[in-house]
């Protein structure tokens, strides 16, 4: 394996993670948004339980559909086209 296929898994990595967890904070900001009630006040201060394991859930289930989009086939890198040597007629 070359150190140009490492270098490049590793970016990739990171480029992911970044969109990844971007892609996340959207999605939780999108539901404080739509609920008509204060999260932070439902979960921190009236200790509802199952508030905190439905909004767990829900972003447990966009985490699975981001990483299944992350991590579906595609190019791992470019190969490198063989070198062709021409040869002169005389």
Avoid: H, R
Wanted: overall charge negative; hydrophobic content about 50%; charged content about 15%.
């Amino acid at each position: 394996m070359e150190w140009s296929q490492i270098l490049y898994g590793i970016i990739d990595t990171v480029i992911y993670s970044f969109v990844g967890l971007i892609v996340m904070g959207i999605g939780f900001l999108l539901i404080t948004l739509f609920t008509p009630f204060s999260i932070k006040k439902e979960i921190e201060d009236d200790q509802n339980t199952s508030l905190g394991i439905i909004i767990g859930a829900v972003i447990i289930g966009i985490s699975i559909i981001i990483a299944s989009v992350i991590s579906s086939p595609s190019n791992v890198a470019p190969k490198k086209a063989p070198v062709q040597i021409e040869q002169k007629s005389e």
